[in-house]
C-alpha cells in the first residue's frame, strides 16, 4: 500500500510538473487556428529619418544601403534563397484578393494600382513595393511591421492621424495595430517592408474589416480609422473612392 501511494504521488507530480511547462506542442500556431486579437487604432509611432531600433536587422540594412548606393532598383532587386525560383515575379492583386503576376512588372498592369516583391521568407520576411496613385484598406496583424520608402511621398496612419511619409523616411508599426497608406498622388510611393521579429509569411494572418464582423470593439476601431480618413484625406471607408484615384 505504501508502495502504491509513493508511485501515484510521482505520477501527480510529474504531471504536475508537465502541465507547468505550458501545451506540449511542437509547432507555431497556424494562421487558423490564432485568437482574433483587438486592435488598436493606429501605431503611436510617426515616421523618422532614423531606422527606429525595434526595425534594425542586418539583411534590410544591406538591401537598404545597397539601394541607397545605386547597386540595385526595383528591376534589379534579388530575392534571397529563401524565395522558391518560381515565386521570383512581380505580384499584384485581383479585385478580389486574389495574387497574380503584374506583366512586365509594370504597377500599370495592376487591377489595384500598386506591385510587390518577396525578398526574404526566412529568416526574416522582407519584400519592396511600387505602387501608383490608389487606396489601401486598412488591416492588421499580429507581427510588427517596418517601412522605408525608397521613393515617392503620401500619408500614412500614424498616431491617431495621417502623417507624411517621404523618401528616406522610416516607420514603425507594433502588431495589432491598425495602418493604412493610400498613395494620394501620381509620383506613386515605392517602400521596402519588413517583419523584424518573424519569418514564414504563411504564418501570418492579415485581419480586414470582413474578418471581425461581429467582434465589435474591433468593428468600432475600423469605424473611427474611417472617420480619421475622412477628416484628414477627404477620402470614404475603402471602395468607395474610386473617382478619386482614377483622377
Known sequence: ??????????????????????????????????????????????????????????????????????????????????????????????????????KNCDPKNSPVGYIWKELSDSPVVIGITNGLKSDHEPHFHGQPECYYVVNGTSKTLANNKFETLAKGQYFYIPGAHIHNTPILNKEGLGVFYWYPNNAHFDGFKYYWRKDVKNLRVAEEAFDRVDAIRKRDLNLGPYGTNEQFFKN
Request: aromatic fraction near 8%.
Open 1 to 102: 500500500m505504501m508502495k502504491l501511494k509513493m508511485l501515484f504521488g510521482l505520477a501527480a507530480l510529474t504531471s504536475t510538473a508537465v502541465m507547468a511547462q505550458g501545451p506540449q506542442c511542437n509547432h507555431a500556431q497556424l494562421p487558423y487556428q490564432q485568437m482574433t486579437p483587438v486592435p488598436y487604432d493606429s501605431t503611436p509611432y510617426v515616421p523618422q529619418n532614423s531606422m527606429p531600433e525595434q526595425c534594425r536587422n542586418p539583411e534590410i540594412e544591406a538591401y537598404i544601403a545597397d539601394w541607397e548606393a545605386g547597386k540595385i532598383d526595383f528591376n534589379t532587386i534579388k530575392p534571397n534563397d529563401s524565395i522558391a525560383a518560381d515565386q521570383r515575379f512581380c505580384k499584384t492583386l485581383d479585385d478580389h484578393g486574389n495574387v497574380l503576376e503584374a
